[in-house]
């Protein structure tokens, strides 16, 4: 049975008044289409009303709170005691959200690095052990329980615990594929919080040469970071060839100096590319190489140091400002080698 907006006019009207559990909802009373907003204790007083069948309900944005339905004229006050009803919630499935990040809306700000990047994501957060150490977290997950991947490989270095930066340098793909929510079957063991992957670039149908430099400078730390693309097709066989150098000084806070905490990186990755009648040859190498440092005034040998390094208005280690790098610090080597070979069946 639906309910007509109008009605016909009356000889006389008559007020409902009542009281609401829900005071900060809307009274709606239909067919009529009146609407009022009850007081701080939830009284409210709807006028005008002509007699006949009507339906009074309390509305909380898009919810149905309460619901009743009355004859006006009404003996004494209407009283609306509606409870939101509850009931179990039982997840049957995980759907895997798969997003594609673009590497160019990256360098348009990559001083972030790349969990700086991903975490403009929903579902998407930061934890860091340091102004240059910086991991994901995904919908709540981070550490062995992410997988990552680059070139076709997995990347086992974060079993080494927590405080370890993602060692992937965002420059050398042209995407990043970012995995929100289990995908064991796809990336692993590891991926029960999501998988980060940097494919093998495509280099399919290039022009045959072309390039890209990016440049950045960085007032704290008085360093920045360089990058250089080289890609294209030559007698059929596509390549890209790309580096990334970054150097970055000791960093400051307002009164003082982050002792330690520069970085030194330099990256690079080859990939070639080639496709046969009814073959397909992708091969990928990349290196990786990044000296992180490590505040110094973090270190502590026992708990008097500790106590004295609280209450100090200052580091107690000595700040200066420079660009070497003395222990304690990351330092993280790895190379990657990988070979692709398909054959092209008929159809």
Request: net charge neutral.
């Amino acid at each position: 049975m639906g309910w007509l907006l109008a009605q016909m006019p009356c000889d006389s009207v008559y007020e409902l008044a009542g009281f609401s559990a829900w005071p900060e909802g809307w009274i709606e009373v239909l067919p009529s289409g009146q609407r009022v907003m009850p007081d701080s204790l939830g009284f409210f007083h709807v006028h005008g009303l002509c007699a006949g069948l009507y339906r009074v309900r309390v509305l909380l944005g898009r919810h149905i709170v309460a619901d009743t339905t009355i004859v006006v004229p009404i003996e004494g006050p209407l009283v609306l005691e509606g409870r939101l009803g509850g009931h179990a919630v039982v997840i049957q499935d995980w759907l895997v959200r798969k997003l594609t990040l673009d590497s160019l809306s990256w360098m348009a700000q990559p001083e972030g690095g790349l969990s700086g990047w991903l975490v403009r994501v929903p579902g998407v957060s930061l934890s860091q052990a340091g102004p240059l150490l910086q991991k994901p977290i995904l919908e709540g997950l981070r550490g062995t329980r992410i997988a990552y991947w680059q070139g076709g490989q997995p990347l086992a270095s974060q079993q080494w615990g927590e405080e370890h930066a993602p060692e992937i340098d965002p420059f050398s793909t042209e995407e990043v594929a970012l995995y929100l929510g289990p995908s064991p079957v796809q990336h692993g063991p590891e991926a029960v919080g999501g998988a980060i992957v940097l494919p093998i670039p495509n280099l399919c149908c290039r022009a045959p040469l072309e390039g890209r430099f990016l440049a950045l400078g960085l007032t704290n730390g008085q360093g920045g970071l360089a990058a250089a693309r080289l890609q294209g097709t030559l007698r059929g066989w596509g390549y890209r060839l790309q580096g990334s150098l970054h150097r970055i000084g000791t960093l400051q806070a307002p009164k003082y100096f982050l002792t330690g905490s520069g970085t030194q990186q330099a990256h690079g990755s080859l990939t070639v590319e080639r496709l046969f009648a009814r073959w397909h040859l992708r091969s990928f190498y990349a290196q990786y190489n990044a000296r992180i440092g490590l505040f110094q005034g973090m270190q502590v040998g026992n708990l008097s140091d500790l106590d004295r390094a609280l209450a100090a208005p200052l580091p107690l280690v000595s700040s200066y400002f420079s660009y070497a790098l003395t222990p304690p610090y990351q330092e993280v080597t790895h190379e990657l080698v990988g070979l692709q070979v398909s054959r092209l069946l008929s159809n």
